[in-house]
């Protein structure tokens, strides 16, 4: 165990204003800009991938997280999901397979992270905005943590997603329109009610549970990173998240290199793919979203500037693909690989086709499909 902490306190995206780790955050106080926790590396340098904890759990790097050594922290056991390799899509193809969490989605690392640094910092009730999978997740953590929790829904999302949030307690509200609207609510009841708002970027305490994914699949490949990360873009959350913890590993060298990303979006809300093909500095709102794949039905994403700085360091792709082409894929997944996807994790593996034909990636480079999330909430969708 480090004797102190490599989480140093956070600091804005925008004017690199900082602030010190033990106050409750959400934006900048300066600017209203997005805020990141500083993990300085060197103190993490000083441990080796020989002697890392043990807990079956994305906990086992905490030392990479925004937590000191003696936080209580709130578990279900979310992170150390398997790496296999997929057969059926003609390539060097590997997916971290994020259904296994415990709500059926990768939004369990961000909750669980969020919600052991809320509760320690003292916060009784939250809400959010959610398309519905990060509700679940949240709605669970807090129960877990007794803190009250209300989510804002699109009256679309998915029944199972609002059911869930019901059975655990939440107080659930149905929002015309999209996220963006259930957004705009979520934050007026937080400012009347003083709750805190733990909706994405939102509060900076999500992103670096996801980036959790990264230092999994650099371990379980050996700590040799893949060629390609192939991530389906909404909020874009785990895509920073990862980008980061890849950044930290290289730099404490872990890795020798960091991978290439793919941003996928749903040709009908595709708003990151269009901001960055055109080589613009943020992302410009998406008029009438429409797709099946609703976690990726995010028409502006706050993070845009962070998400596009991210994808570019990278030197990444952005694609869209059809909901016929995801829909496509959610049955090969099942069909040849045992794999139940929800639309929006189906979105990666629609890319593939393209990815390969249009030899942008060549067949033998090692390719990391994140799988977000189980089809088991979006069954009727199918
Ligand atoms: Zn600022």
Redesign the pocket.
């Known amino acids: 165990m480090i004797q102190q902490g490599a989480f140093q306190g956070l600091k804005?995206t925008?004017?690199?204003?900082r602030y010190p780790k033990d106050e409750i955050l959400q934006k900048?106080r300066?600017?209203?800009?997005l805020l990141d926790t500083i993990i300085n590396p060197e103190i993490l340098s000083e441990k080796s991938t020989g002697n890392l904890d043990r807990s079956p759990s994305m906990w086992k790097f905490r030392d990479f997280l925004p937590v000191d050594a003696t936080d209580k922290i709130v578990s279900a056991g979310e992170g150390d999901t398997p790496l296999r390799k997929l057969n059926s899509f003609q390539g060097n193809v590997w997916v971290k397979d994020e259904t296994r969490n415990p709500t059926g989605t990768f939004k369990d690392r961000g909750a669980s992270l969020a919600v052991t640094t809320l509760s320690k910092l003292g916060v009784k009730d939250l809400v959010l905005s959610s398309e519905g999978n990060a509700g679940c997740s949240f709605v669970l953590y807090s129960h877990l943590a007794d803190i009250d929790c209300s989510v804002f829904l699109p009256r679309q999302a998915n029944p199972a997603k609002v059911e869930l949030s019901r059975k655990l307690g939440a107080t659930v509200t149905l929002v015309d329109g999209t996220i963006t609207d259930a957004g705009r609510q979520a934050e007026a009841v937080a400012n009347r009610e003083g709750s805190y708002n733990a909706s994405t970027f939102v509060t900076p305490y999500r992103h670096d549970g996801k980036g959790t994914m990264a230092l999994e699949i650099c371990e379980q490949l050996g700590w040799r990173p893949p060629d390609w990360i192939v991530y389906p873009l909404g909020g874009g959350v785990g895509l920073v998240g990862m980008w980061k913890m890849f950044s930290i590993l290289e730099k404490i060298e872990w890795v020798k290199k960091r991978p290439r990303f793919v941003a996928v979006q749903p040709a009908g809300c595709a708003p990151v793919v269009r901001a960055y093909n055109s080589k613009k500095e943020d992302v410009d709102e998406w008029k009438n979203p429409e797709t099946i794949a609703f976690g990726l039905r995010i028409p502006k994403p706050l993070a845009g500037k962070w998400i596009l700085r991210s994808l570019r360091e990278s030197d990444g792709i952005a694609l869209s693909v059809t909901d016929e082409e995801i829909r496509k894929s959610m049955g090969q997944a099942l069909k040849a690989e045992g794999l139940l996807l929800e639309p929006s994790s189906a979105a990666t593996l629609a890319a593939l086709p393209y990815l390969y034909g249009e030899k942008m990636i060549d067949r033998s480079e090692e390719v990391v499909v994140i799988a977000t999330g189980s089809g088991l909430k979006t069954l009727e969708q199918f």
Not at 14 to 17: D, N, Q, R, S, V
Not at 30 to 33: D, I, L, N, P, S
């Open positions: 804005c925008e004017c690199h204003a900048c300066k600017c209203a800009g």
